[in-house]
């Protein structure tokens, strides 16, 4: 992963001497429930039409919900091939679909952008001459918007992705069983385990990991520790780091709606069986939502989820696809997979969370 200049936000000299420090995000009031989501079937695939049925019955979407399209079944899609779907998305769905589902893992990439990205932001025809280059920026980053579409024009999408029909439907049924489980006195808290790796080009992201520590107010505690690969972690919420390769992820116990992702190059060529570990090992080793880059994109921090901007929209009560791309600045090249609708720490009242304690003082 080659390396670009000033990847990092600008620090003061005492910012430095403080340490990590939490950030402030938004309040956001609402969250995407089934009734705004949009499902797509590809006709020609098995797993899609399998998969895609099941989530219709398991979250409850009516017919008017649902596209169904012929689709190749590879990883890629041309220009054409991509302007034929989308002209069909936009004739399918109205004002009322916030977001999409796309059941099927491939084809997760147009090009050299992910499919979910261009479906939110429209091809750009220059940029694949130049992939370590800026991408668009994206009007829904860090929004306190739940109604995506309405407020941005944008609706996000997310692979319900899998190696097999049985591995998509588990992954529905975490999703399902994630929405409401977290964040009460009840429920004890969840752990949340951010990794800075030996890897330099690889773990930038190290410099916007939050203090470790409980967090009481949430039913979380932060953990932040040096290391190539993940330690035995039970109640795993949430997991980042900075690899290559993937390694130690038997050892994790997550609870439904887990998110987890690397920072790589090549995390999102969910059709590769050597080279870089994807977004599927995530999903296969029991985490509900997680995200990779389709082509190399340098290691800009805005192309790849802020973990404290993920944290804290999904500790709001926010979905899986709400809270990971919120987190992404510039989501061109990124393809989102997982069970859009997860949402463990769903409440009545979003404005419950007390987000305010966490803000960085002046």
């Not at 989530?55 to 017919?63: A, F, K, Q, S």
């Not at 596209?67 to 769905?93: D, N, W």
């Not at 050892?251 to 969910?270: K, M, P």
Request: glycine share 10%.
């Amino acid at each position: 992963m080659p390396a670009t200049a000033a990847v990092a936000p600008a620090t003061s000299a005492s910012s430095e001497r403080a340490g990590p420090q939490w950030l402030g995000v938004p309040r956001v009031a609402g969250r995407l429930g089934p009734a705004d989501m949009g499902l797509v079937i590809n006709t020609a695939d098995p797993y899609s039409v399998a998969v895609g049925e099941y989530y219709i019955e398991r979250r409850g979407l009516r017919p008017e919900q649902v596209l169904r399209v012929e689709l190749p079944v590879r990883g890629v899609l041309t220009q054409e091939e991509f302007q034929g779907l989308e002209q069909q998305v936009q004739s399918r769905f109205g004002a009322q679909t916030q977001a999409l589902a796309l059941a099927w893992t491939a084809p997760y990439a147009v090009q050299c952008q992910s499919i979910t990205g261009v479906l939110a932001l429209g091809f750009d025809p220059d940029f694949c001459r130049h992939t370590c280059g800026r991408s668009r920026l994206s009007p829904y980053f860090n929004s306190p918007s739940s109604r995506p579409w309405r407020d941005h024009q944008l609706r996000p999408s997310m692979l319900l992705a899998g190696r097999s029909i049985e591995q998509g439907k588990r992954l529905i049924d975490r999703g399902v069983s994630a929405d409401a489980r977290l964040g009460r006195r009840w429920s004890g808290p969840a752990n949340v385990l951010f990794l800075s790796t030996g890897d330099s080009a690889r773990n930038v992201r190290h410099t916007l990991f939050p203090p470790a520590g409980p967090v009481r107010a949430l039913g979380i505690e932060v953990f932040v520790e040096q290391a190539d690969r993940p330690r035995d972690v039970d109640r795993l919420l949430m997991l980042q780091t900075g690899v290559a390769r993937l390694s130690g992820l038997e050892a994790l116990s997550w609870v439904d709606g887990g998110l987890a992702d690397h920072l790589t190059s090549f995390g999102g060529l969910l059709d590769k069986v050597d080279g870089q570990s994807t977004a599927l090992e995530w999903l296969d080793s029991g985490a509900t939502a997680s995200y990779g880059t389709v082509s190399e994109p340098c290691n800009h921090l805005q192309k790849f989820p802020h973990p404290q901007v993920l944290l804290l929209h999904y500790a709001q009560g926010s979905t899986a696809i709400e809270a990971y791309w919120k987190s992404v600045a510039w989501p061109l090249q990124g393809v989102f997979v997982g069970e859009p609708l997860a949402a463990p720490f769903a409440r009545g009242d979003a404005l419950a969370t007390p987000l305010l304690a966490l803000r960085r003082r002046p």
